[in-house]
Structure formats: structure tokens, C-alpha cells
């Protein structure tokens, strides 16, 4: 005879399996996840954070796909001509958004050739130094660059991205003389910042972290309206002298344009209850992440905005298309 006991436990296995078994009916290879830069880059890092949850609700293996070039162009011109049948997604980031405004010709439509699955994360950039530079906050930095014109390099990621932007746009308010480095990726980057190759950089908090933790890279501020919990000690930009210095990027999931609706849900469902883990959460708001979930349709409406934003903010740093 079978126990009352074993018999509910059955019962509620049956009961959570309808969900997956729809999903692996909708997913029936892995899922290729296209990544426009390098390992160790803000994304990369949280999507192989939501990895594991994503696959346990998808039912499907998801490799990841790294394709660093041109600001993330390169990669989603390849999304973009993929096969829409749910098994080639894309990490739609701000540099998609401000690509428009570094580039006169885009082979692709960010509006039209994607479907929009949703929302993630939302992350702040800081501005970072060598800590052998003798400066402690931003009024300091820019105090310093001003009085050695063009002495100073600042780095960024991949000319056309969202940090190129961000520097570009902090050395136009704070008029600042500095030359602008770009790399390949953020770990290359942060090797820079530490070994004193450049003096400053722009980048996300996340994949900087390590080496701000080892005393190699010192934080003068955050590029946001409010200071990081994890980090209470690094002031604002606005705190710090420059009010309407306000950068944030964020990062998103899109598939081809026309794959179906089922596969768009079953993918958005999997983004909500990874982000939803208590245990992600935490790691990253430590990272400076803040994790706000989207639905298909607010990401659609949030896309044009925000190439308009964009735009907006490469005027102020006259930046000329290339």
C-alpha cells in the first residue's frame, strides 16, 4: 500500500512537472545566448549568475555565445539574421541604444528586427582611477586633468558602447582634456586601470570589483542619483560636483523578429523567477545591479525612448558619427 505521505509527495512532483515539459516541448535544443563583448563584462556576469535557474525552469541547456566587435553590432546583426525558432536569444544592452549615435549605417533595426522578451537588470557606472594617482574624489580628478591638458588617458570598452558614451559625456560637463582609450573587453580594461596603463576609467561597478576589492582600482563616484548600498562610502557624481552626470545602462533579452509568442513567454517566465531567486537578488544589488524584471511589452515601449535618450546624451558630448 502506498503511504498518504508518498503519495502527496508524488502528487505534487506531478504537479510541478507541467510547466517544464511544456517548455522542452517549445525548446527542444540548447538555447544559443549571444553576448555582444568579452567574458568578465557586466552581462556576461549576469547571465551566467541567471544560468543555471533559467535552464532548471527551461528544461533545455543554454550555451552561452560571446562576440565581442563594434559596440555589440557585430552580434546582434547575427541574432538578427538568425532563425526565428526560440533557440537563438540576444542581450539587448544600452550600447544598442547608443550605437545609433556613434554609427551612420546599422545593418539592422533594433526596433523591428528583434521581439522583445523582457527586462533584467538595471546597472550605474562609476568612475574609476589608479589609486597611485593622487586624487580622492571627482572634484580632485577633474582639478588634476585640467591642469595637465591632454596628460591623461580614460578608458572605456569598444568605441559605440554604452561606457564609450558615458566618458565621452563625463569629459564634455566636467571639461575635462583627457584622451580616450578603448579596449577590447572590461577585463582587459581593468588590467589597464590596475598596472597604471591608463589613469581613469568609466565602466559598470560589477566586473571591476574584484580589483577594487584588492586595493588595485580606487572608485571616485557613482554615475547614478544615488550611492551604491554596497558601497556607501563612494559618493554620487551629483554629490561631487557634476549634478546632471547621470549614467545607467541596462540589459534585456531579445529573440529574431517573428519568433512565436509561446517561446517569448516561456523565456520571459524563466528571466522572472531566476531574478526572483532571494540568493541572486543579493548578489546583485552587491554588484551594483538593481534587478527589475520586465514584460515583452514594456520592453518594446522602453526601447525607442531610450535610443532617443541616448542620442540625446551623445549631443551633449558632440560626439560625431563615424
Do not use: C
Not at 248 to 277: D, H, K
Not at 287 to 299: H, I, K, R, V
Amino acid at each position: 500500500m502506498i503511504g498518504r505521505r508518498t503519495l502527496l509527495a508524488a502528487t505534487s512532483g506531478v504537479l510541478a512537472m507541467p510547466g517544464i515539459v511544456r517548455a522542452q516541448a517549445l525548446f527542444t535544443r540548447p538555447i544559443r545566448f549571444v553576448i555582444g563583448f568579452g567574458a568578465g563584462g557586466a552581462g556576461d556576469i549576469t547571465v551566467r549568475m541567471l544560468l543555471p535557474h533559467m535552464q532548471a525552469e527551461l528544461g533545455q541547456t543554454i550555451v552561452v555565445d560571446n562576440r565581442p566587435g563594434a559596440g555589440g553590432i557585430i552580434s546582434a546583426e547575427f541574432v538578427a539574421r538568425s532563425a526565428p525558432d526560440g533557440h537563438t536569444m540576444y542581450l539587448l544592452t544600452t550600447s544598442n541604444m547608443a550605437a545609433p549615435a556613434f554609427f551612420r549605417t546599422i545593418p539592422f533595426d533594433v526596433a523591428k528586427d528583434f521581439v522583445p522578451v523582457g527586462r533584467m537588470v538595471w546597472y550605474d557606472h562609476v568612475i574609476a582611477v589608479n589609486p597611485q594617482l593622487p586624487v580622492r574624489d571627482l572634484t580632485e580628478l577633474i582639478a588634476y586633468a585640467k591642469a595637465r591638458p591632454n596628460q591623461l588617458n580614460i578608458a572605456s570598452i569598444a568605441v559605440g558602447n554604452a561606457q564609450h558614451l558615458g566618458v565621452e559625456l563625463f569629459r564634455a560637463m566636467a571639461q575635462v582634456p583627457m584622451t580616450t582609450v578603448t579596449y577590447r573587453s572590461t577585463p582587459e580594461l581593468a588590467n589597464a586601470l590596475a598596472t597604471g596603463e591608463v589613469q581613469v576609467a568609466g565602466e559598470l561597478l560589477a566586473p571591476l570589483l574584484p580589483q577594487v576589492q584588492a586595493g588595485r582600482i580606487r572608485l571616485l563616484a557613482v554615475t547614478a542619483p544615488t550611492r551604491f548600498p554596497s558601497l556607501p562610502d563612494v559618493p554620487t557624481s551629483a554629490e561631487s560636483g557634476l549634478p546632471d552626470y547621470i549614467v545607467r545602462s541596462w540589459n534585456a533579452i531579445v529573440f529574431p523578429a517573428r519568433t512565436p509568442q509561446p517561446q517569448v513567454e516561456a523565456m520571459n517566465r524563466a528571466i522572472r523567477r531566476a531574478l526572483g531567486v532571494p540568493e541572486i537578488r543579493a548578489r546583485l544589488i552587491e554588484l551594483g545591479g538593481l534587478p527589475e524584471p520586465s514584460s515583452p511589452a514594456e520592453l518594446a515601449a522602453m526601447i525607442p525612448q531610450e535610443v532617443a535618450a541616448w542620442g540625446r546624451m551623445a549631443q551633449l558630448a558632440g560626439v560625431e558619427k563615424q
